[in-house]
């Protein structure tokens, strides 16, 4: 599926570079590769579109699912970025109390949060994102696209620059 504004997307929409993430909350690749995002957003600046898109491995990462939900919801309030920093630097704590945690860290109401985890409020939006992955062949976390091409190499921040720059040349 095309990124287009349903998604979370951070850095110019006319950046030359365009990296999507499927990702979990709960992954502990997802973790590192959150770390090597960062990285590389610090070094292509203004060359860089990141997207994340969800993908949580419910069979294996019992929290991913409500990580999600929590996400969501701040991004319903302006706030997915700043939560999505939080469960990725927190990924030993995604208890729904953890959640609730975060979302109060970041000023939000936090029964209304609740509320809407526990009602799967944004499970039409996490199905979605979901079967975006699996239509584009994602069968595991985190899986990468490079320009709308999937990405097959290491997830270190040497091996994904290396993509990167490559894909964009000469632009960069």
Same mark, same amino acid.
């Given at each position: 599926m095309p990124v287009s504004r349903r998604d979370h997307i951070q850095g110019p929409a006319n950046a030359p570079l365009t990296l999507l993430e499927y990702?979990?909350?709960?992954?502990?690749?997802?973790?590192m590769a959150y770390a090597v995002v960062k990285t590389l957003q610090q070094n292509l600046r203004h060359r860089l579109r990141f997207v994340f898109?969800?993908?949580?491995?419910?069979?294996?990462?019992?929290h991913a699912e409500h990580a999600a939900e929590a996400a969501e919801a701040a991004g /319903?309030?302006? $706030?997915?970025? #700043?939560?999505h920093d939080l469960l990725f630097e927190n990924q030993e704590a995604l208890e729904d109390e953890d959640l609730l945690e975060y979302a109060a860290a970041l000023g939000l109401d936090t029964s /209304?949060?609740? $509320?809407?985890? #526990?009602?799967?409020?944004?499970?039409?939006?996490?199905r979605e994102d979901f079967m975006s992955?699996?239509?584009?062949?994602?069968?595991?976390?985190?899986?990468?696209?490079?320009n709308g091409l999937r990405y097959e190499g290491s997830f270190d921040a040497e091996s994904l620059m290396g993509a990167l720059v490559e894909t964009a040349e000469p632009e960069i």
């Amino acid at each position: 599926m095309p990124v287009s504004r349903r998604d979370h997307i951070q850095g110019p929409a006319n950046a030359p570079l365009t990296l999507l993430e499927y990702g979990d909350f709960e992954c502990p690749v997802c973790g590192m590769a959150y770390a090597v995002v960062k990285t590389l957003q610090q070094n292509l600046r203004h060359r860089l579109r990141f997207v994340f898109r969800h993908f949580p491995m419910t069979n294996v990462h019992p929290h991913a699912e409500h990580a999600a939900e929590a996400a969501e919801a701040a991004g /319903a309030r302006g $706030a997915f970025w #700043e939560m999505h920093d939080l469960l990725f630097e927190n990924q030993e704590a995604l208890e729904d109390e953890d959640l609730l945690e975060y979302a109060a860290a970041l000023g939000l109401d936090t029964s /209304a949060v609740l $509320a809407e985890i #526990e009602a799967g409020a944004y499970a039409g939006r996490l199905r979605e994102d979901f079967m975006s992955g699996v239509r584009s062949g994602v069968n595991g976390t985190p899986t990468f696209f490079i320009n709308g091409l999937r990405y097959e190499g290491s997830f270190d921040a040497e091996s994904l620059m290396g993509a990167l720059v490559e894909t964009a040349e000469p632009e960069i």
